[in-house]
């Protein structure tokens, strides 16, 4: 070939290097088997990165150095970029992580006397547009790959304090932050994989929850594949007023739903769905409101978290009288129903249940923005 020609050929690109933060056991034994190592190591590096916080292979004392040599090559170990992080009144933490493109997730830790729970995102955006949540209001651009909701415990658990006990920061982790998980099926799934391992986070499933708008499908197969915890964001006791508060019930309304969610249950012993109600003044938080919700979920495996609604710029809705949300308490627990009230923590850095915006470019308005800049050009 002349120099010439050469000169014309187009460079060989490497091949792009194995992000290990987002890989399960069984993936890793894929990834050593294809590297000629025996399965064993998988569980060696789960431990290295998420148990010993290691950040380099050569950290990795009990590897070869010509394994550690040949991973370098090979495979990295990269958490998400933080942008900002913000700290509350209340000790709650809010991180900013880039997800690319100009656009970001948020992540939010919350320390309380004998646990902390970290609340993570697995969708940069929502496209469910529940009518009280400053998410879906930003609109939906992509999912989370597993690299990415895995990094934001892994950023977490790196950079908080133990307990004074001795055990890690984060007791619990929630998926309650940006985006609907069952939307993003496939990654949560395999993101649970490595939280509930004991070679990672040995997180127990009672301790990490999954929330869902209802995505009925995704439930059935939740069930099957770990039975975490599950929270339900119901929010509405009829169809006709969950169809405007949260639009996914004209595809599964409250009857499929909760019959999904009665299967989920029954998987588990003493296993109980919590349904989120949040609470909007003069919205669904009358007495009767109460009383249509207790006949839906009475001498059924349910408890009620009501939600104080978390105003943000743009939203008609208001928060419920305190007044008005310990009656409703009382009236579930009147009819036998297990009901708490989250606290709310957070708000002074818009890091409270629902406010959780981020930066998203929203995917279906920009096409249809440049869908009627064609139109008009045409």
């Known amino acids: 070939m002349s120099d010439e020609s050469a000169k014309m050929m187009p460079a060989k690109r490497d091949k792009p290097k194995i992000n290990l933060i987002g890989r399960t056991e069984a993936q890793l034994q894929d990834f050593f088997a294809g590297i000629g190592e025996k399965p064993f190591r998988a569980r060696q590096i789960l431990q290295w990165i998420h148990q010993r916080n290691a950040t380099r292979f050569d950290e990795m004392s009990d590897l070869s150095k010509a394994l550690r040599n040949q991973l370098d090559q090979v495979a990295i170990i990269a958490l998400p970029e933080v942008i900002s992080e913000q700290k509350s009144s209340d000790g709650t933490i809010k991180w900013l992580f880039e997800s690319g493109a100009g656009q970001a997730v948020e992540t939010v830790f919350i320390p309380e006397l004998g646990r902390g729970t970290l609340c993570i995102s697995s969708q940069v955006g929502c496209a469910l547009d529940c009518a009280f949540c400053a998410t879906g209001a930003q609109g939906f651009n992509r999912n989370l790959n597993v690299d990415e909701i895995v990094g934001q415990v892994t950023h977490a658990n790196r950079h908080l304090p133990r307990r004074p006990t001795g055990d890690p920061a984060i007791s619990n982790v929630v998926f309650m932050g940006m985006g609907e998980p069952l939307a993003n099926y496939r990654n949560v799934v395999l993101a649970l994989d490595i939280l509930l391992s004991d070679y990672a986070y040995g997180l127990s499933k009672r301790r990490i929850t999954v929330s869902t708008s209802g995505i ?13 915890s599950l929270a339900v964001s119901l929010h509405a006791p009829s169809d006709e007023l969950r169809d405007k508060l949260v639009p996914i019930n004209r595809m599964h309304p409250i009857a499929d739903l909760l019959e999904a969610c009665w299967r989920y249950a029954a998987k588990r012993a003493n296993r109980f769905i919590t349904f989120e109600y949040v609470m909007l003044r ?37 928060r419920s009288r305190p007044e008005t949300i310990r009656n409703f308490q009382k009236r579930l627990r009147h009819h036998g129903l297990v009901s708490t009230t989250r606290k709310t923590r957070g708000d002074d850095i818009d890091a409270a249940c629902g406010q959780l915006a981020g930066k998203v470019r929203d995917k279906v308005r920009v096409r249809l923005s440049e869908k009627k800049q064609r139109t008009a050009t045409a």
């Not at 009925?216 to 975490?228: F, H, S, W």
């Open 282 to 318: 003069d919205i669904n938080d009358s007495v009767e409101h109460a009383d249509e919700l207790a006949a839906l979920l009475k001498d059924r495996p349910a408890k009620v978290n009501l939600i104080p609604f978390n105003p943000f710029i743009g939203n008609e809705y208001e």
């Open 216 to 228: 009925v499908p995704q439930i059935e197969k939740l069930g099957d594949a770990c039975n975490v």
